[in-house]
């Protein structure tokens, strides 16, 4: 069965700080593998996405993830972290088929100055 | 395109009452799946209604039901409600059916006294 690991359930880092949220994985074949990320209160919107192809991903608000299929992780990251950042962000893992989406536990993210 | 539309956004009800939640998904996705998340669980998957069928099921007891309309307009309902049922319900829409891309919905916060 799929399943998603979020090792860190809450991380602090500095306004202007570079970020990294890891997201573990694991599921047979070759994955589809998203981020997502939910303000308060607030439905969530993707990030980015990985189908195949160049294992470096880029996403919109400047993040980025690597998928690395010999660690089965698909790390988020960003340069520069701005105060608006603070959030929530969840990794999931799909496939091809009828199989649904399956979210991680989340990693609240909080900004400080 | 408007994106995917929750109705109610919030809702208060007693125990022993039901609810049904709406959702309309992006013009042109038929493929609709309802996420229940608490603080405590996270993001769960409840089903997946996609052309009016369901196509996939959490785990949840039979208290949870759903439809998809020949619109792809859903509905969720939630009998006999109990404390625990209170959570954000989130409803998300995608083109095909499945572990895909999904456009998530603002949510509605059930809270159940």
């Known amino acids: 069965a799929q399943s998603v690991t979020q090792p860190d359930i809450h991380i602090t880092v500095s306004e202007g700080a570079s970020l990294e949220l890891r997201c573990n994985y694991s599921?047979?074949?070759?994955?589809?593998l998203f981020w997502y990320v939910q303000s308060p209160g607030q439905g969530l919107q993707l990030l980015l996405k990985?189908?195949?192809?160049?294992?470096l991903v880029q996403g919109i608000k400047g993040f980025e993830a690597e998928f690395k299929r010999s660690q089965s992780s698909f790390n988020l990251r960003k340069p520069s972290v701005h105060w608006s950042d603070a959030a929530e962000y969840f990794c999931a893992v799909g496939a091809r088929g009828n199989t649904p989406l399956v979210f991680g536990k989340g990693t609240r993210l909080s900004v400080i100055a | 395109k408007a994106g995917v539309t929750q109705t109610p956004r919030y809702l208060i009800k007693t125990r022993g009452q039901q609810v049904t939640l709406s959702c309309s998904p992006i013009s042109g996705h038929r493929s609709v799946s309802w996420y229940q998340q608490t603080p405590g669980q996270g993001l769960q998957f409840l089903f997946e209604y996609f052309s009016e069928t369901q196509r996939n099921k959490g785990n949840f007891p039979g208290r949870f039901s759903g439809r998809q309309f020949s619109n792809s307009r859903s509905e969720m309902n939630v009998s006999t409600l109990e404390l625990g049922d209170s959570a954000l319900y989130l409803c998300?829409?995608?083109?095909?059916?499945?572990?895909?891309?999904?456009?998530f919905g603002p949510g509605t916060r059930l809270t159940v006294l």
């Open positions: 990985y189908f195949s192809g160049d294992t």
């Open positions: 998300a829409s995608s083109e095909i059916s499945g572990g895909n891309e999904q456009f």
């Open positions: 599921y047979g074949a070759t994955p589809y």
